[in-house]
């Protein structure tokens, strides 16, 4: 059976800001988790949401079959529509024929935005709709088993409570990134710190770029581990000398 399960985005991130009219590619990068390779001319379909001028089935760039156990970058050029507001498109494998579909659904989800208007953390925050959305699309390509499949429709299972709490921190951590915020590590830390104080988060962030001396300032003092130093730094509201003393309390244990 043919198979295949997303690995990670290369190019575009969920909640991309771009202007209208924007061309721009859009690259995930997939696996091939089943026993026997794909096919000499796999393409990629859309099954559904915003098409973004894209044509309905896009070759891969690579002629060869994709071997079992092999990752691939699968691309397609799109344009951002004319209107503002937040689009998604679905996608999926297909053969050289476009007869059956295999594999977990992809998509690409961007905010269409102003780019002479000035940044509003309001009209960067997702609303309950697109967070209930995103929520229900990562169930489905968490419980999708990534082999064939001819229904493109959502599957009846509800939204596991686990992801669906989850979802803020996934919409919170796509609007940080989208604002230029992309060390993800970090991200994740303010997030849980802080929650759904989108504020919060970006000042934590930002102020991190102030703190270029006090980081400099550890390392050279023996604490190599930039991630948790930053971490501690942020926790510690700037201050040098509470970071090393939780570090060292740290190391003590």
Same mark, same amino acid.
């Given at each position: 059976?043919?198979?295949?399960?997303?690995?990670?985005?290369?190019?575009?991130?969920?909640?991309?800001?771009?202007?209208?009219?924007?061309?721009?590619?859009?690259?995930?990068?997939?696996?091939?988790?089943?026993?026997?390779?794909?096919?000499?001319?796999?393409?990629?379909?859309?099954?559904?949401?915003?098409?973004?001028?894209?044509? &309905? @089935?896009? $070759?891969?760039? #690579?002629?060869?079959?994709? +071997?079992?156990?092999?990752?691939?970058?699968?691309? !397609? /050029?799109?344009?951002?529509?004319?209107?503002?507001?937040?689009?998604?498109?679905?996608?999926? &494998? @297909?053969? $050289?024929?476009? #007869?059956?579909?295999?594999? +977990?659904?992809?998509?690409?989800?961007?905010?269409? !935005? /102003?780019?002479?208007?000035?940044?509003?953390?309001?009209?960067?925050?997702?609303?309950?709709?697109?967070?209930?959305?995103?929520?229900?699309?990562?169930?489905?390509?968490?419980?999708?088993?990534?082999?064939?499949?001819? /229904?493109?429709?959502?599957?009846?299972?509800?939204?596991?409570?686990?992801?669906?709490?989850?979802?803020?921190?996934?919409?919170?951590?796509?609007?940080?990134?989208?604002?230029?915020?992309?060390?993800?590590?970090?991200?994740?830390?303010?997030?849980?710190?802080?929650?759904?104080?989108?504020?919060?988060?970006?000042?934590?962030?930002?102020?991190?770029?102030?703190?270029?001396?006090?980081?400099?300032?550890?390392?050279?003092?023996?604490?190599?581990?930039?991630?948790?130093?930053?971490?501690?730094?942020?926790?510690?509201?700037?201050?040098?000398?509470?970071?090393?003393?939780?570090?060292?309390?740290?190391?003590?244990?």
């Amino acid at each position: 059976m043919l198979a295949a399960r997303f690995v990670s985005d290369v190019a575009i991130f969920d909640g991309t800001q771009m202007a209208p009219g924007t061309k721009f590619t859009k690259i995930w990068r997939l696996k091939n988790t089943g026993e026997v390779p794909w096919p000499p001319g796999t393409q990629i379909i859309f099954v559904g949401g915003d098409q973004m001028g894209a044509a &309905l @089935t896009v $070759p891969l760039a #690579r002629a060869n079959p994709v +071997q079992p156990g092999e990752e691939v970058d699968v691309s !397609v /050029d799109l344009i951002a529509p004319p209107e503002h507001g937040r689009y998604v498109g679905y996608w999926r &494998l @297909t053969g $050289p024929m476009g #007869r059956r579909k295999w594999g +977990q659904r992809v998509w690409t989800h961007i905010h269409v !935005v /102003d780019p002479q208007a000035p940044i509003s953390v309001e009209a960067s925050m997702p609303t309950d709709k697109e967070i209930e959305e995103m929520a229900q699309a990562a169930s489905d390509r968490e419980n999708d088993d990534g082999g064939e499949e001819d /229904d493109d429709a959502p599957p009846p299972w509800p939204v596991p409570v686990a992801l669906a709490e989850a979802a803020p921190a996934v919409a919170m951590a796509a609007t940080l990134g989208a604002m230029g915020f992309t060390d993800t590590e970090m991200v994740q830390y303010v997030v849980e710190k802080n929650g759904a104080d989108l504020d919060a988060c970006a000042r934590d962030l930002a102020s991190l770029g102030g703190w270029a001396e006090g980081l400099t300032d550890l390392l050279e003092m023996g604490f190599t581990d930039s991630a948790l130093n930053a971490k501690l730094m942020i926790k510690n509201g700037g201050s040098v000398k509470n970071t090393v003393r939780d570090l060292v309390a740290d190391s003590a244990q």
